[in-house]
Structures are given as C-alpha cells and as structure tokens.
C-alpha cells in the first residue's frame, strides 16, 4: 500500500470555527509533513514530523496546530482563520527525513476555504 | 544561495509530439534532483530522482531526465506526449538542509 489517504477533500469553515484536517499512511513511514499550496503555485511546506516528533516548523502562524498521534496519523488542527488561508493542504510521507534521497509520498490534499 | 528555477511557466504541445521541460538549480554541490507531476486538483506523484551515477535517469510514464552538471541543469524529457500528460510539472531539488525546495513548477497543455 503506497497511499497516503487525506480526510476530508473539502472543507468549508468561518472565522471562528475550529476543524481538523487528518492524513493517514500505512507505509511504515517515519517522517510526515504539511504543505500549504495556493493556487498557481508551488507547495510551501508548513510542518516536518520525524518520528513523532516536531522537527520543523516553518515559522506556521499558532492558529495552524499539527499533531502526530502515531506513526500513521497526522492532524493539522485549525481554529480562527483567515481567507487568506484558503488552500489545498497536502500531506506527505517518507521513510526516514533524514536521508535526503527518499521520496516523499503525497496524499490528494484537503481543499480548505474560509469565509 | 540555492536556488531552483523552471524557467517555462506553460508549455503547449500536440499530442504525439516530443517534450523537454528545463530546471536549472544554484548549488555549490549535487544536490539531490526530483521531478513531481500534480494532475489537476491532485496531489503530487513523484517522476524520477538523481543523486549520483548515470546522468540519465529513467521514470515512470515514459519520462526521462538528464544530469548536466557544467549547466547545472536537470531537465525532464519524454518522446512522445499523450493526452493525460497535461499537469502541472515542478523540479524540486533537496540542497541537503531536510527539505525539498521547489521550483514554481510548469503547467503543461496538450493539444489533440
């Protein structure tokens, strides 16, 4: 199974909800990431997990919370959102972050927009 | 600095017809080479990667890639295009920090 599956595929939210965006592999990879991609252009990337841990955050505004529950899941938690932050956020995977040659396996992307 | 740059913002070409997509990088080194393709509405698929060895470099879909280090470039070719080529294409190098920094890609049109 070389999927990485991203719930939903849409979602609609107002300024003041709170949403979760969910992202699941079951590659036994190590390392999963958040990207954030508008329109047009290429995908910016948001957050690196390396075995569960936090290893990079791109400078990510607060309202964007990631979670890594266990090897398989990561959530990407939203609260007090901007339009701005309308996007197609995408998940990936790979087997290890460190090694610089793995590819990095990408889920379909969840289609965000904020009114 | 590192760079990356897919000079070609859209390219248009028939359906059957040969294609060549150009990415050049700003490096002090090899730095790991990828070529992803996102289909509309889609997430990313990866093509082919280089790092060392044979400077041409064989992927899916028919899609090949060749290494000039004197040009720093790492451009995606494929003979013969069909209809479900049509993507957005991005070369994304990885300059041995962890991440893969990628180019501003290239939207790719085929007509019948």
């Known amino acids: 199974d070389t999927e990485v599956t991203q719930t939903p595929k849409h979602l609609v939210m107002g300024m003041t909800n709170k949403k979760s965006l969910k992202c699941e592999q079951h590659?036994?990879?190590?390392?999963m990431y958040w990207y954030k991609q508008k329109a047009k252009k290429p995908p910016e990337l948001m957050f690196v997990?390396?075995?569960?841990?936090?290893?990079i955050n791109e400078s990510v505004p607060s309202r964007f919370s990631p979670e890594c529950p266990n090897s398989s899941l990561l959530n990407l938690h939203l609260h007090a959102l901007q339009p701005e932050d309308s996007a197609l956020y995408l998940c990936?995977?790979?087997?290890?972050?460190?090694?610089?040659?793995?590819?990095?396996?990408f889920g379909p992307g969840t289609r965000l927009t904020v009114l | 600095a590192q760079s990356v740059t897919q000079p070609d913002i859209h390219i248009t070409v028939s359906e059957g017809a040969s294609l060549e997509l150009r990415c050049n990088y700003s490096?002090?080194?090899?730095?790991?080479l990828f070529w992803y393709v996102q289909s509309p509405g889609q997430g990313l698929q990866l093509l082919l990667k280089y790092f060392s060895g044979d400077t041409l470099v064989q992927g899916i879909k028919g899609f090949e890639a060749e290494f000039k280090r004197s040009q720093s470039s790492f451009n995606l070719r494929k003979p013969s295009v069909h209809w479900s080529d049509a993507a957005e294409y991005f070369c994304a190098p990885n300059f041995g920090n962890e991440k893969l920094t990628f180019g501003t890609g290239t939207r790719l049109t085929i007509i019948p």
């Open positions: 997990y390396s075995y569960e841990k936090l290893s």
């Open positions: 590659m036994g990879h190590r390392a």
């Open positions: 490096y002090g080194a090899t730095p790991y």
């Open positions: 990936a995977s790979s087997q290890d972050w460190t090694n610089w040659y793995n590819e990095q396996f």
